[in-house]
């Protein structure tokens, strides 16, 4: 059991969608901290307000690495925190360790490097808007699972080296991985699962390596002066495929149905089509990807004012979407507004543990948004937008589907 200074009485939502931009609101107005319940009894501060956010990302007090400071701490003993907590990779750790981590992976996503890769995307996204074009015209079809989702999947799975008869698992556990209404054998098992397809990815480029990013990190840990552990390279593959996937398929889905929702910003950036980074932007602010990543944990008391104190050894939940929708920080921050001048938002973090795969994201989501707007000029949703079915979820922010029609010509 992880420790927690105070009771904590409010249960997190995980209905996702309205109901949880809902609740953080709630949250934000009770406090600058608000000890909540999460699931396989953990308590946490949730932090949902945008100076609070931005402060604590980047706290000398906040640590990413839960195992190395609260040693009492039994890795596997909380299933559903286990894929976030339990690895060992630049997400969770810090100083020197980290910086060793992201030296590795980071020069493979420079703005420079992402920018040589716009040639695939544009590849991957003509070949799946090809194969759209054969699909009914006045029927409605999920472009969620036929486009959004296959567009990052893809190219991330290309990026990695991931043979083709592996994807479909690969894919399918990274998916149930940000579900938190599953019950503890499930967590147990998915985790399982996990592992042991990365050790399959592993042990197909030991035999077959490629100019891929997994046989780079496997000759760095057999080779490398700063070898990765067996723990380490199964841990940055869990991070990279999974994050290098879920933020750009949100991303897409949110911005076709804020765009369609709102034809004359469409319209817009149909005249105006260098605007496509401003609605990328938006879209990013107001409906953040990941909304909460667990977990940060305090290493020494933290005073946030108003009477409340983080205790050290405290877990802490920070709302990444959280800034962008803060009424303190932009008008009406829950309108998707292209000519909004402000645009501010912390969808990829801050401070040392930003997301290095956010220019990627960005690229997927600039190649593959006006591309499906010029194949498809008169495309519809198929459903009024607050039908639209979300993820039962408190970490990431996405759709299940997205039906449209696509009235192509």
């Not at 039994?74 to 060793?100: C, F, I, K, N, Y």
């Not at 009424?327 to 309108?335: D, F, L, Q, R, Y």
């Amino acid at each position: 059991m992880i420790g927690f200074s105070t009771p904590a009485t409010e249960p997190l939502d995980s209905s996702g969608g309205t109901c949880m931009y809902a609740q953080v609101d709630r949250l934000r107005t009770m406090g600058p901290a608000v000890p909540v319940q999460l699931p396989e009894g953990v308590s946490a501060w949730s932090v949902t307000r945008g100076d609070v956010v931005r402060l604590l990302l980047t706290h000398p007090g906040v640590s990413r690495n839960l195992k190395k400071n609260f040693p009492a701490y039994v890795p596997g003993s909380v299933p559903w925190l286990a894929p976030w907590v339990d690895v060992d990779s630049m997400a969770t750790a810090e100083g020197q360790e980290h910086l060793r981590l992201r030296r590795l992976i980071t020069p493979a996503f420079t703005p420079r490097r992402v920018e040589e890769m716009r040639s695939q995307v544009e590849a991957i996204v003509h070949r799946l808007l090809d194969e759209l074009q054969r699909q009914p015209a006045a029927e409605a079809i999920d472009l969620h699972a036929l486009f959004s989702y296959r567009v990052p999947t893809e190219m991330i799975c290309d990026l990695f080296g991931v043979p083709a008869e592996q994807r479909a698992r690969v894919l399918r556990l990274f998916v149930a991985v940000g579900e938190t209404g599953v019950s503890e054998e499930e967590s147990l098992a998915i985790n399982d699962d996990l592992v042991a397809t990365m050790r399959t990815l592993i042990d197909s480029k030991r035999k077959e390596p490629g100019n891929d990013l997994t046989s780079f990190l496997l000759a760095a840990r057999e080779a490398g002066s700063e070898p990765l552990t067996e723990h380490e390279l199964i841990s940055t593959l869990l991070l990279m495929l999974g994050g290098g996937s879920t933020t750009t398929i949100n991303l897409i889905d949110h911005t076709v149905r804020e765009l369609l929702a709102r034809p004359e910003h469409l319209r817009t950036l149909r005249r105006h089509p260098e605007r496509w980074g401003e609605a990328v932007e938006e879209s990013l602010r107001v409906h953040c990807p990941v909304m909460h990543l667990p977990m940060r944990w305090a290493v020494e008391d933290i005073d946030l004012g108003e009477g409340v104190t983080i205790r050290k050894g405290d877990a802490i939940l920070i709302c990444y979407g959280a800034h962008g929708r803060d009424p303190g920080v932009h008008e009406e921050p829950e309108t998707f507004d292209l000519d909004r001048a402000d645009k501010d938002h912390l969808a990829f973090g801050a401070g040392a543990h930003f997301c290095p795969g956010s220019h990627l994201a960005r690229l997927e989501a600039l190649v593959a948004l006006p591309a499906l707007f010029d194949r498809f000029p008169h495309m519809r949703l198929a459903v009024a937008p607050e039908e639209t079915e979300h993820e039962h979820t408190f970490i990431g922010n996405g759709l299940t589907s997205l039906p449209v029609v696509l009235h192509h010509v």
